[in-house]
């Protein structure tokens, strides 16, 4: 049958051995397998999800709950996945044997994979207890219930044996979706189970290069503006990176050492700017993350770009967003993220939602809304910028948790 494991638990530990043995060339080799086909990785579609409903205005409000979750968080806690944004991007997995098929939000700000907020979660004969509850606050939801070991299936012939997931019997903030599939650090798995609280969880990242069913720690994501809704644009590359979703060169950037954003897909910008306005004057942490919808700078890198685009406003009681008069669009600048010392932009387009989509989104047609919003405090607190999904439509993300320290790549 399809979900059986494909490998013995024995051979998958002597190929992390060897892993680990040559994590010193670790990075040159990333860069030459990035040209390669050789290793196990598989890409799988992403759909990108629209959803309707009146929580549809909440993204902005829901951002940033997320953000001050994850600054008000001390050490590895489970952070934060945007439940209650207009735009996501989950993927289909199975769980079981024969599997159930559930549609599961892509989260790198997060580590816990669970079904249930939807879809039921049907159990079947590879469907194991661990004897543990397991409980996950996010910015603007949670989920509790049932911890068990079971079989996923990531796509076909792509099957983990003995993954760890949620089954949740009580959660808010899910609409739409079945659950989460988390791909941060490990470390964000701490005390999220009951009794066990101190027993981390191995990511299906961890259990994937374990069993043998990828070689290398690496997965990509590629996400694309929507041409339409449900749009399948995105992808999820499993144990390596595929060149088919870039051109030119990626350029690599160290996890932060800053904390809290070092806990997650942190990194330092060492400079913003808007056009000639400087946004963030000096290097800075902050966040990668697939699960946050919109671009967050701290309130004060924020009211920089705010001022200066003229007659620009924060739609503060309403939607949280910001709203440019329309004489102000043709005379918008780049938003330029610095990053290991290559500048990454974010055009006009990418910086104003569509106004096709205002409807979907729930807010008023007719008005320019931007995708930049601000996190609700203040810069200095070891978190000060999420790259989100707006920012990741225009550049390909690696996360690379290879060696001991984690790179995050940009293209
Ligand atoms: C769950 O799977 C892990 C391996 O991924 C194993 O160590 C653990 O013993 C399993 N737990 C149960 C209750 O089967
Ligand atoms: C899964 O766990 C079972 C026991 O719970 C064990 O017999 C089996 O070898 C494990 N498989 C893998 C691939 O870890
Ligand atoms: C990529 O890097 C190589 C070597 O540093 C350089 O020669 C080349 O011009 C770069 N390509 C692009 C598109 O930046
Ligand atoms: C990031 O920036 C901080 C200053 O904000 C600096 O201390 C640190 O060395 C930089 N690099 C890394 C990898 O954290
Ligand atoms: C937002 O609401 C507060 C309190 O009701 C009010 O004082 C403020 O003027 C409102 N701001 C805007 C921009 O509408
Ligand atoms: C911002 O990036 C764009 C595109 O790479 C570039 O053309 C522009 O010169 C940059 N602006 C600044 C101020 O660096």
């Known amino acids: 049958m399809d979900c059986r494991p494909h490998h013995s638990c024995k051979q998958a530990e002597t190929s992390l051995i060897v892993m680990r043995s040559f994590s010193a060339f670790l990075i040159a080799v990333i860069i030459t ?11 799988i579609p992403l759909t990108k999800l629209e959803r309707a409903g009146s929580y549809l205005q909440g993204s902005a409000h829901a ?15 489970t952070i934060p996945a945007t439940n209650l944004v207009y735009i996501q991007y989950t993927t289909s997995v199975g769980v079981g044997c024969p599997p159930t098929y559930y549609n599961l939000i892509v989260d790198t700000g997060s580590s816990n994979t669970f079904v249930g907020t939807g879809k039921k979660y049907v159990r079947t004969s ?18 509790s219930g049932i911890e068990y070991n079971d079989t996923v299936t990531l796509a076909a012939g792509f099957v983990i044996a003995n993954q760890s997931i949620g089954d949740a019997l009580k959660f808010a903030n899910f609409d739409g979706v079945d659950g989460i599939i988390g791909v941060g650090p490990v470390d964000l798995t701490q005390d999220t189970l009951f009794p066990d609280t101190d027993t981390l969880i191995p990511t299906i990242m961890d259990n994937a290069l374990k069993q043998g069913l990828i070689k290398q720690r690496i997965f990509g994501i590629s996400f694309a503006p929507a041409t339409t809704s449900n749009d399948t644009n995105g ?28 806990h997650y897909w942190g990194i330092n910008v060492t400079d913003v700017t808007y056009g000639t306005h400087t946004v963030i004057p000096r290097s800075t942490a902050g966040i ?9 700078l701290a309130d004060d890198f924020f009211f920089r770009y705010l001022q200066a685009i003229p ?13 440019i008069p329309p004489s102000s669009v043709a005379g918008m600048q780049p938003l330029n993220f610095t990053i290991n010392g290559r500048a990454f932009s974010m055009d006009t387009a990418a910086q104003l939602i569509p ?31 999420i790259l989100g999904q707006k920012f990741m439509e225009k550049y390909y993300v690696v996360f690379d948790c290879q060696s001991q320290t984690r790179w995050l790549c940009v293209h």
Do not use: M
């Not at 397998?33 to 890409?43: G, K």
């Open 33 to 43: 397998a990035s040209r390669s086909t050789s290793w196990a990785s598989v890409t």
């Open 63 to 77: 951002d940033r709950a997320r953000a001050s979750f994850l600054k008000t968080t001390s050490g590895p806690k």
């Open 126 to 143: 590879t469907s194991v207890p661990t004897g543990q509850n397991v409980t996950v606050n996010y910015g603007s939801g949670f989920f």
């Open 288 to 296: 990668v993350d697939a699960g946050t919808s919109l671009v967050v």
């Open 235 to 262: 992808a999820i590359t499993y144990g390596g990176i595929d060149p088919a979703f870039y051109t030119g060169n990626i350029t690599y950037a160290p996890v932060t050492k800053i904390h809290p954003a070092a």
């Open 355 to 385: 106004l096709n989509e205002n409807a979907i989104w729930g807010i008023e047609t007719g008005v320019q809304y931007g995708v930049i919003t601000n996190l609700g405090a203040d810069s200095g607190r070891g978190s000060d910028f």
């Open 311 to 323: 007659g620009a406003y924060l739609d503060v009681n309403n939607t949280g967003l910001i709203v």
